[in-house]
């Protein structure tokens, strides 16, 4: 134990967890792209900076999605090669061919594919089965991985769907199965609709495990709607994933349930993981006053309990 300073939590370590956690930073992509407001591509390069230089070492940067899908991430060819020089891994996402020729055409190292779980979500995100989506991002894997770069498979609802309910464990390992199979590094296994419980997220990663899927590749992307996030994450972290998707003061609601409260919050995650005596290598005192910076330039206050706590924001 040590004695705290103000603003940071006593640490109190637990046993059989991680020693360290790499938090993959999403605020400027899955953040950015569910705020309603439009950001001037300037000031999300400085967000990036500002990210980077409170700690975060992987910080998703922004989509190669058509402009017209995403108009609030329209601006990637900009800002990429603004922020192209921050010493920090910079992974951005892929759609398809063109997403990633764009993406390799500006020297970018780490890119993310988008799968889904279930074919409603598949038909409502991508317009394809679940099978036709895997068939579209299997040569982009394959191409990536011929340039050396750096691949993660994202996969959305994972545990429920809005238009399925809950999601059978099965469904979710036989698309993770086929990303992992296709190539890609990593997986990010999202809880899109924030409904999951921790018994269910160590369930499924057991059952991952069982069809050869690896703790280490595994990374866990909790929403907080149902305020079960960092309980959630505590039960990835004691099942072994040392890889964590988080956004700066919880920026992005989750345009698929009708709430405030989207992405877990970076600052939240922080407070615990650094209350366990995990090493995160995060300030969490510059991550916090770049959220309430970023906040000021959205309009409106950070949902995120430990931002608010920590700057007496008002609500
Ligand atoms: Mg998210």
Known sequence: MSTPALGLPMVVPAPDLPARVRIHEVGARDGLQNEKGAVPTEVKAEFIRRLADAGLTTIEATSFVHPQWVPQLADAEQLFPLVRDVPVELPVLVPNARGLDRALALNATRVAVFASATESFAKANLNRTVDEALAMFAPVVARAKAEQVHVRGYLSMCFGDPWEGPVPIHQVVRVSKALMDMGCDELSLGDTIGVATPAHVQDLLSQLNE????????????????????????????HGVTTVDASAGGLGG????????????????????????IDTGVDLGRLTATSVWMAGHLGRPSPSRTVRALSHQEQ
Do not use: R
Not at 217 to 231: C, K, N, P, R, S
Not at 254 to 277: F, H, I, R
């Open 254 to 277: 989750c345009p698929y349930a009708k709430s405030a409260t989207g992405n877990l919050a970076t600052e939240d995650l922080v407070w615990m993981l650094q209350g366990l005596g």
């Open 211 to 238: 069809e050869g899927v690896p703790t280490s590749a595994i990374g866990v992307h909790f929403h907080d709607t149902y305020g079960q996030a960092l309980a959630n994450t505590l039960a990835a972290l004691q």
